[in-house]
Nanobody
Framework: VQLVESGGGLVQPGGSLRLSCAAS????????MSWYRQAPGKERELVAT????????SYLDSVKGRFTISRDNAKNTVYLQMNSLKPEDTAVYYC???????????WGQGTQVTVSS
């Protein structure tokens, strides 16, 4: 099983990034997918989730209207489009796959996002 994030980097405030998380080794379409982030000295927090059925999305209040989560089951990939980035969005971003109603979940290794001028 692998979850491989990519797309992180350094961006100026107000800029955009698109993160990708490529999955392998499990039935991607059956898993709820989420993005989390962890800033230095802070706990990991849930940023966005997309369900496996109906593609229902939910977001952390502070990113609503700026971030969009999406998935492509044909490519086994989940995305996080991040617009109007702020310095407080700086963190390591992780994707997580959860098989709903089970104890099965997987984490990616994370990708660094730095928002700074």
């Amino acid at each position: 099983v692998q979850l491989v994030e990519s797309g992180g980097g350094l961006v100026q405030p107000g800029g955009s990034l698109r993160l990708s998380c490529a999955a392998s080794g499990f039935t991607f379409s059956s898993y709820e997918m989420s993005w989390y982030r962890q800033a230095p000295g802070k706990e990991r927090e849930l940023v966005a989730t997309i369900t496996s059925v109906g593609y229902i999305t939910s977001y952390l209040d502070s990113v609503k209207g700026r971030f969009t989560i999406s998935r492509d089951n044909a490519k086994n990939t989940v995305y996080l489009q991040m617009n109007s980035l702020k310095p407080e969005d700086t963190a390591v971003y992780y994707c997580k796959a959860v098989r709903v109603r089970t104890s099965i979940y997987y984490w990616g290794q994370g990708t660094q996002v730095t928002v700074s001028s």
